[in-house]
């Protein structure tokens, strides 16, 4: 589009199935036509551009149309350097390094660089998706070559073929957002979206005492080689091209002991090296020094529950790569932490159960979180809507990574406060209204005794959408928030979300449940009146059937 046209949308159109000629693309650069330019600028006729645009009215079914993504972000790739891509790259100096294309998508590519057919019955469906991936990657890697992200954000429910599309993201470090329509979420993530970077061309190094030793880095990188005069000698250190800086991601180092450690401490240093949006180089190191002990309650005492399952989540996830390997990874869920309760935990006595150690007591739960998530469970429609979870999850912050491994669980009191609660369906009481956090999806639910009350209703629903909003301020991808009232077909969202601890007999339900000791008899009566037969297992009955007895709640 063309923003020196002020009256109306004008457009220079090109053919969408092969990449444009040179001679097309240097018209773009040298001619008249002004193709970039700040929103400030040109907001009047960018408005005009979006008005414009009308519904498609053909026939061809949603999935059939021709889109033809790839060869698009050629020629966005190719306005973004401009006249500089005529010249040897060794002569040019690079551009500020923070450039972004954002990719609105409907459906899958169909057409030109990167396209497959529309349906995978297609006879050579396996090789045409296999010459698309590729393209795809060498697409991302200009774009790296660049300092150039591309995000793709989609909408709608057609399929859009993650696993073309992914080889484009990971090159670039870009990311791919699913959205129901291109309403208020998708405006909202657009705009986190050409904001959330904070520099380029970015390398972290780890270096770590003798004896420990890092066996994988999960996260938005690949491995990186460093010049020699970077580099002390004999410097056994993990360097990590990072491919944008970002607040909304990490990294996550899994390491092993190589041996016993004969020193008091171990000393661990993490150096990050980029280049920021204002073209300053920044350098941050930080050193952390921990102490070593010799006692087996000092070690697991010391460990963080939340921090150790985020990364045991990581690295069960970098292995469901598709729904066989999720239901193999849950097996895997199972054997871990029986794994910990035959290493960590005492056999009880006449029985073959063994208890699991109270020092980690929260850690069956989360991880029975995992076990039952969009990663590894089947509460997503869709596998390409598991796999955007599951990349989103491999390359997300600490924070993020939680909330999608365990959900938040606030229910609304009187005044407008919130009471966190475990994330069982105990919570599901027909005066209450409740908001559950589950990092890329937020659900209010309404009671339908508190919804029948329409002030105290919309007093009620008006302080958890605050409440949304405050949780998600700064979260990328904003997550969905999605509203219903109790008994309608919408609420199975949440309460497949949560764990079904109305199976456990009530001396348990009161012990992980607190809450339910302020019901009535009636209430709690009622409240179990509710609850229908399901045959997924609460976290006590799974704990069980691996043979293990469950620790005491904290």
Excluded at 13 to 41: C, D, Q, R, S
Excluded at 345 to 359: C, L, V
Excluded at 463 to 483: I, N, S
Aim: a negative charge; charged letters at 25%; hydrophobic letters at 40%.
């Amino acid at each position: 589009y063309d923003f020196l046209e002020s009256g109306m949308a004008a457009a220079d159109v090109f053919p969408g199935n092969a990449t444009p000629t040179e001679e097309l693309l240097k018209m773009l650069v040298y001619g008249t036509g002004v193709y970039l330019a700040p929103l400030h600028v040109c907001l009047s006729v960018a408005h005009n551009i979006v008005s414009s645009l009308r519904p498609y009215r053909g026939e061809l079914a949603e999935a059939a149309r021709d889109r033809c993504l790839g060869t698009a972000v050629k020629v966005a790739l190719f306005l973004i350097q401009g006249p500089s891509a005529e010249m040897p790259r060794s002569t040019v100096k690079r551009t500020g390094g923070n450039s972004h294309i954002a990719v609105c998508a409907g459906g899958p590519t169909t057409l030109g660089v990167g396209s497959v057919p529309h349906s995978q019955s297609h006879p050579h469906y396996a090789y045409l998706e296999q010459k698309a991936v590729k393209e795809m990657e060498h697409l991302g890697q200009e774009a790296r070559q660049q300092d150039t992200i591309v995000d793709i954000l989609c909408a709608g429910t057609c399929p859009v073929r993650m696993s073309v599309l992914q080889p484009l993201l990971a090159a670039s470090g870009g990311v791919l957002v699913l959205h129901d329509d291109f309403g208020e979420s998708f405006g909202l993530n657009l705009q986190r979206s050409v904001k959330r970077a904070k520099g380029f061309r970015g390398v972290l190094e780890a270096r770590l005492s003798d004896g420990i030793a890092v066996t994988r880095v999960i996260g938005p990188g690949k491995e990186a080689i460093l010049d020699g005069h970077e580099t002390f000698k004999n410097d056994k250190s993990v360097a990590i091209q990072m491919l944008s800086i970002e607040e909304c991601q990490s990294f996550a180092f899994i390491m092993e002991l190589q041996g016993d450690i004969e020193e008091e401490n171990a000393y661990f240093q993490f150096a990050a090296r980029y280049s920021e949006t204002r073209q300053m180089n920044v350098t941050r190191v930080v050193t952390i020094r921990l102490p070593t002990t010799s006692s087996l309650s000092a070690y697991l005492q010391s460990v963080d529950e939340e921090v150790a399952a985020v990364l045991i989540g990581k690295r069960i996830a970098l292995l469901a790569k598709d729904a066989s390997d999720a239901t193999n990874m849950r097996a895997s869920v199972d054997e871990i932490v029986k794994d910990i309760a035959f290493k960590f935990g005492k056999a009880m006595p006449k029985t073959k159960r063994w208890q699991f150690p109270s020092e980690l007591a929260r850690l069956p739960e989360i991880l029975f979180h995992l076990s039952r998530s969009p990663l590894l469970g089947s509460i997503v429609g869709h596998e390409d809507e598991r796999a955007v979870i599951r990349n989103l999850f491999l390359h997300a912050s600490f924070d993020l990574s939680l909330r999608i491994l365990s959900p938040r669980l606030l229910m609304h009191r009187e005044g407008g406060t919130f009471e966190e609660l475990p994330a069982y369906d105990l919570a599901m009481q027909s005066d209450a209204a409740l908001v559950l956090d589950h990092g890329t999806d937020a659900f209010i639910w309404m009671g339908t005794d508190l919804a029948a009350d329409e002030g105290k209703g919309a007093a009620a629903l008006a302080a958890c959408r605050t409440l949304v909003d405050e949780l998600t301020e700064q979260r990328f991808p904003a997550p969905r928030m999605r509203v219903f009232k109790e008994g309608s077909s919408q609420a199975r969202y949440l309460q497949a979300r949560l764990i079904p601890a109305h199976k456990d007999p009530p001396y348990e339900q009161e012990a992980r449940f607190p809450q339910l000791r302020t019901l009535k008899a009636d209430q709690r009566a009622k409240l179990k009146s509710r609850f229908f037969h399901v045959d997924d297992l609460s976290m006590c009955e799974w704990m069980r059937s691996l043979q293990l007895i469950p620790p005491e709640p904290c």
